[in-house]
């Protein structure tokens, strides 16, 4: 391959909204986080000669201490982001403006699942033509909605759908966003490919990958590798029981007379789940997470204890695929509930009712669960990933 001098900005200035406000390029993947593995991807093709990573300030700090120890971590330059990517971007390039390579590839931290078959294929294509834009066709069909009704069919041939990195000579670049800083109008580009075709000039395109998703949501996680792999997990958790206050299980009040002793609102089903999710991931046990020591999670509903969770091993790129669990309590039968205790863990987690299995047994009056001052639960998960 040509031997060529480029910059890379890598973008992860957003505040991850819509993934519970994690910053993208800290999830992980493999043992490592998106911007880590990205680093490694690239690298493997051509060296960037100066690589800059946009940032919101809530993140720096935690950024630089992930990459600390990266071979590239040299290299790397942090530069705050905007409020919009293209201000990320136009950060980034102001920063580079003395650089003399002959590249610039951006790329969006969300997407970790590059390939550095599509790393070389954009430096070739952006070499020779002077833009690279990873994009595939569709293959759904396409409905053009208005007001939930659909209005026409439309044709798909032409249509397809871009991902980064995109690769541009870097005076091409350059030329367009300072054509854009000039304008200063409403146009707000979504991607580097539409502001060149903003000021008339045709990208050029070049086969992108299917693997190569871009992380929005955290049910995306799951679809990060290729080869899933399952993890069992196993969780067990037991509280007594006191006269007063009202006793929960499963995010469902079964008792109004009587209540567990525990720090939260001592949900044995939920906590056992939750056990059971962390330990199928490698992580540490449920105290360590939510510690008793810690008011903020003084009498809070273990589902949103269970969302917490969620969240957690979501951030380790795995799904829920289903949960059985067995109640151990003398009293009150359960049975009544169970379709909704049911829902709300289906809910949380994201999967099917069926998915969720809850059953019960009394201890037949023996032990403490058996005399009424305690109850517990079992609980095995399968998660895949």
Not at 123 to 140: E, F, H, Q, V
Not at 317 to 331: A, E, K, M, P
Not at 365 to 380: D, I, N, P, V
């Amino acid at each position: 391959m040509h031997k060529v001098s480029y910059d890379l900005i890598i973008l992860s200035a957003g505040r991850g909204k819509r993934l519970g406000g994690r910053n993208k390029g800290l999830l992980r993947i493999n043992g490592k986080s998106f911007i880590e593995n990205e680093l490694d991807i690239i690298s493997q093709t051509a060296k960037p000669a100066n690589i800059v990573i946009t940032y919101h300030p809530s993140a720096l700090r935690k950024l630089k201490k992930t990459l600390a120890g990266h071979p590239l971590y040299p290299k790397i330059s942090f530069v705050k982001g905007g409020e919009e990517r293209v201000f990320s971007v136009n950060n980034a390039l102001c920063f580079l403006k003395e650089s003399d390579s002959e590249l610039v590839m951006i790329h969006d931290a969300a997407r970790p699942n590059i390939s550095p078959e599509l790393i070389k294929r954009g430096i070739r294509t952006a070499l020779k033509y002077g833009s690279a834009i990873p994009a595939l066709p569709l293959t759904d069909t396409i409905k053009q909605v208005k007001k939930g009704r659909i209005l026409k069919t439309v044709p798909r041939d032409e249509i397809y759908y871009v991902q980064t990195p995109q690769v541009f000579n870097k005076k091409l670049i350059f030329y367009a966003y300072s054509k854009w800083s000039e304008q200063k109008n409403s146009f707000v580009p979504t991607d580097d490919a539409s502001l060149l075709e903003h000021i008339g000039i045709s990208p050029v395109i070049t086969e992108g990958d299917r693997r190569n998703i871009k992380i929005t949501y955290r049910e995306d996680m799951y679809m990060l590798r290729d080869n899933k792999s399952f993890r069992t997990g196993f969780g067990y958790d037991i509280h007594r029981i006191k006269r007063g206050g009202r006793l929960f299980l499963g995010g469902v009040c079964i008792d109004e007379t009587r209540s567990a002793v525990a720090h939260s609102d001592g949900d044995v089903l939920i906590h056992a789940i939750c056990d059971a999710l962390l330990g199928a991931c490698g992580l540490r046990d449920i105290g360590y997470y939510f510690p008793n020591s810690d008011d903020r999670y003084r009498g809070i509903s273990s589902l949103k204890i269970l969302e917490k969770t969620y969240s957690l091993i979501s951030e380790k790129g795995f799904r829920v695929v289903n949960i059985d669990s067995t109640v151990i309590l003398q009293s009150p039968k359960i049975g009544k509930h169970v379709n909704e205790m049911k829902k709300n863990i289906a809910t949380v987690l994201n999967i099917a009712e069926s998915d969720v299995g809850i059953k019960a047994t009394t201890p037949e009056k023996t032990g403490e669960a058996g005399s009424g001052r305690a109850f517990c639960a079992y609980c095995t998960v399968l998660l895949c990933g």
